[in-house]
């Protein structure tokens, strides 16, 4: 829990201190600021857990910021290389910005995540790769009901790639 507090801290009297809610949640009370801090960093923490060399690398940001070593361009420009391919902790991070400094994500960049389970799937088969490519394209491309793409991506790993299927839902948005 001690990390937890400490990154509260620096986005409590870091960036949202400087201009607060720039693109986010609309409220500019302290309260709401540090509210959202809270759970800004627990989100961030949930997404790099098991990675502490980022978990370390944001405090340096922050701590950067406020000890004046960077500005908030120089912010915006670590934070955007070290979360990249995390979209939602990039948006997120747009609450504590000042207007005209939100970051902008490519909304069409796959996470690292996705592209790793895509690699590995091909990997193992390459006959199942193509078809599993073909079901997604097809999800997207028809607006398919995510509960048909579970029994079609399900049947297609069901038998051979069980462990596939697992990870396969890892990926799909909560209902």
């Keep these: 829990m001690k990390a937890e507090s400490d990154g509260q801290d620096e986005m409590g009297g870091g960036v949202a201190a400087e201009g607060g809610g720039g693109g986010g949640e609309g409220s500019t009370s302290s309260e709401a600021t540090i509210n959202a801090a809270e759970r800004y960093m627990k989100e961030v923490m949930e997404t790099f857990g098991d990675q502490e060399e980022k978990l370390v690398m944001f405090r340096e940001i922050m701590n950067d910021f406020r000890t ?11 934070v955007k290389e070290l979360f990249k391919g995390h979209n939602n902790l990039i948006e997120g991070f747009n609450f504590f910005l000042p207007k005209g400094y939100e970051i902008t994500v490519d909304k069409h960049q796959p996470p690292p995540e996705t592209l790793d389970f895509i690699r590995l799937v091909k990997e193992r088969d390459e006959s199942v790769y193509r078809r599993f490519m073909d079901v997604i394209f097809r999800y997207q491309r028809e607006h398919m009901d995510i509960i048909k793409l579970c029994r079609e991506v399900g049947a297609l790993f069901s038998e051979d790639y069980p462990d596939l299927f697992v990870k396969f839902i890892r990926f799909l948005p909560p209902t």
């Excluded at 500005?71 to 420009?77: K, M």
């Design 68 to 78: 004046e070593r960077t500005d908030i361009a120089g912010v915006v420009g670590r």
